[in-house]
């Protein structure tokens, strides 16, 4: 949730995560080619044990999505002028391997097309080191927020 026009405000939604950490850019450009990464760790609220039913825990296909979703979003945030924000609409991946609990991982996103300007096709993928986690696709919509605060 954003806390002014240029600075997003993660509290709640990804552990260890400050307010204010992510900022809107000089106006970029949403581009194919443009790309992003960060690195986490994989804990708290993005792990699953399967209810107990395998007595270890890693890292949860929701948590891993989430991730990948962020990286996104915040990809686009840095790139679009106030009063514009990004909805995900579509998420398609492959949750291939584990990553244990404490593992470094990094969610990686490149914006792959763009479409009518508001649509947006990301290639995403989440890697322990060099090894793959998960990979997939992305896409998100370009929204005025005002028009949805005011619905």
Do not use: W
């Amino acid at each position: 949730m954003a806390t002014d026009g240029d600075t997003i405000d993660p509290e709640g939604s990804v552990p260890g995560t400050q307010p204010g950490e992510y900022v809107r850019g000089e106006l970029g450009e949403l581009r194919p080619g443009i790309e992003r990464s960060h690195e986490f760790e994989v804990n708290d609220r993005l792990l699953t044990d399967v209810g107990g039913t395998i007595g270890v825990r890693f890292l949860s296909t929701p948590g891993m999505i989430a991730m990948l979703e962020r990286n996104a979003a915040i990809l686009s945030f840095e790139q679009l002028p106030e009063g514009k924000a990004t909805v995900g609409f579509e998420v398609c991946v492959k949750h291939v391997a584990a990553a244990a609990e404490g593992a470094q991982c990094t969610a990686h996103a490149r914006l792959r097309e763009v479409v009518d300007g508001r649509k947006l096709r990301f290639d995403v993928e989440v890697k322990e080191g060099e090894r793959t986690i998960g990979v997939g696709t992305h896409e998100r919509r370009v929204i005025d927020v005002g028009a949805v605060k005011s619905a």
